[in-house]
């Protein structure tokens, strides 16, 4: 089965159908994925930005990072499920845009980003952690992960504007 074919099962089953054919299940599943983009990257920005050195000084990463964590990883959950539901109902139609291609290579950036976090400059948070302006791999991490998550939630506007045809535009 070729990606297309399976982009148009998707869209040939009973849940693309509530979403597209409901009067309400394309904005309350829109509205879900937006409040879970507000959870997930408006409290990561913190992260980020303490990352960075610019915010809560006073406070070490871990416990900036501890504090927020679940509310980014609920947010991040709501937001892939959501996307995923969209993505059923307009299957065919995100494959061939640009934009949702452009949203998936940079949300695999920035979890390869947060991964190599992780995995490689969290191993020395001995040294950075209390520091008000972390190590240069710290801040190169917090920058890297702004940087992408304003690519996803770009392209993901974009998807919008160029996907669908609205009347009169």
Not at 73 to 88: N, P
Request: net charge positive; with cysteine; glycine share 8%.
């Amino acid at each position: 089965m070729t990606i297309l074919a399976f982009c148009e099962w998707l869209e040939s089953t009973s849940l693309a159908a509530l979403i597209k054919e409901s009067a309400y299940g394309f904005p309350i599943v829109v509205g879900i994925h937006i409040v879970g983009l507000v959870f997930s990257v408006g409290t990561l920005l913190w992260v980020d930005f303490r990352m960075l050195g610019w915010v809560m000084r006073g406070l070490r990463v871990s416990e900036v990072y501890r504090t927020l964590a679940p509310w980014f990883i609920v947010g991040f959950a709501t937001m892939l499920v959501s996307g995923a539901v969209l993505f059923t109902a307009f299957a065919t139609l995100a494959y061939a845009n640009v934009y949702f291609r452009l949203k998936l290579v940079a949300l695999l950036l920035a979890g390869a980003n947060a991964l190599a976090f992780h995995l490689l400059t969290q191993r020395s948070s001995v040294e950075w952690d209390a520091a008000p302006r972390p190590s240069l791999g710290v801040r190169a991490a917090g920058l890297a992960s702004l940087f992408l998550w304003t690519a996803v939630i770009l392209a993901g506007r974009m998807m919008s504007y160029t996907m669908f045809s609205f009347p009169g535009g």
